[in-house]
């Protein structure tokens, strides 16, 4: 995309490789379910996308819980990888990612917006090789047969909650009227898009009846083992970091645009990250929905538009 949005753009395909990668479905899933979710999704964003304001700042009030609500989803993001390492790889990577993650923080609040950009087409770059190498590992075990297989065999409905990008991305982009509107909505079809793509080749490549308690993406990485390389997910975890220092960059790059309209606690409200990570668990799943379409509500009606 050529627009100055584009930066953006790229954290945020990031953002979503890594929610898209980390989530542990609470059922089990067949293809047919992941892209009716996909696509309930990419109508939800839509509509987000098109109730976007151009302009405006925010009121005190939203500005706060609009704040408090992207802490929030650092907690989250921070946490999801904590658990996402210690499942695969049986270790305690609280405290790697703890360090990491603190790291990533402080570096974006220092970081110039031209530096960011040079950060996103980085982190873009790692995490566009992991899809990559997902992809020209298990090509030779890709079968159109094996979704005919699966599909035909409907699992239980389940409740999915895995993308919760809209409010952040909203806060960082820039507006230049329907122009603005029409590039996130492109961005939205784009990013689901290839997501329904990337699930259709993940059950191309997987044989019978069975169903998965993975996300499509995580299919592919435990179907990369070769003869020579048993754990090659494993290296995927290289690669994936960087997906997560783009989430966490990108969810920096909004809390300093809302912090434009509030200025109270300076940076120091960052450190009720601590205990949101730990209390992040205790969510229930229907909370992340619920509360991104609140805030997308107050991004809405909390701005205050100036008279032309």
């Excluded at 990668?21 to 059922?27: D, E, I, L, V």
């Excluded at 898009?193 to 069975?210: D, E, H, K, Y």
């Excluded at 229907?286 to 991104?292: L, T, V, Y």
Aim: hydrophobic content about 55%; charged content about 10%; overall charge positive.
């Amino acid at each position: 995309m050529r627009c100055k949005n584009r930066p953006v753009y790229l954290m945020f395909f990031c953002y979503g490789v890594l929610s898209f990668a980390t989530y542990f479905p609470k059922g089990q899933t067949d293809l047919r379910e992941w892209l009716v979710f996909l696509m309930a999704n990419f109508l939800l964003y839509s509509v987000y996308f098109a109730l976007a304001p151009v302009s405006g700042s925010l009121g005190k009030l939203p500005a706060m819980l609009l704040n408090f609500y992207i802490i929030l989803l650092i907690s989250r993001q921070i946490y999801k990888m904590y658990f996402y390492m210690q499942t695969y790889h049986g270790q305690n990577s609280l405290p790697a990612t703890a360090v990491i993650s603190a790291a990533v923080i402080i570096t974006g609040l220092n970081l110039f917006r031209q530096e960011n950009r040079r950060l996103a087409k980085m982190m873009f770059l790692f995490t566009a090789l992991l899809l990559a190498l997902a992809f020209f590992l298990n090509w030779e075990k890709a079968d159109g047969i094996h979704v005919y297989n699966i599909i035909r065999y409907s699992s239980n409905p389940v409740y999915l909650s895995v993308f919760d990008f809209a409010v952040p991305m909203l806060v960082s982009a820039e507006y230049t009227g329907k122009q603005g509107k029409a590039e996130n909505l492109a961005f939205a079809a784009a990013v689901f898009g290839f997501f329904a793509v990337v699930s259709v080749f993940a059950f191309c490549c997987v044989g019978g009846n069975i169903l998965y308690s993975l996300s499509p993406l995580q299919m592919l990485f435990q179907l990369s083992a070769t003869g020579l390389i048993k754990n090659y997910d494993a290296i995927y975890n290289f690669f994936l970091f960087f997906a997560f220092f783009a989430a966490l960059t990108a969810l920096v790059t909004g809390l300093k645009k809302i912090k434009e309209d509030f200025t109270h606690f300076g940076n120091n409200d960052l450190l009720a990250v601590i205990p949101m990570v730990f209390a992040v668990p205790y969510l229930p799943d229907i909370f992340w929905p619920a509360a991104e379409a609140v805030c997308v509500l107050l991004l809405v009606a909390g701005r205050k538009y100036e008279k032309s």
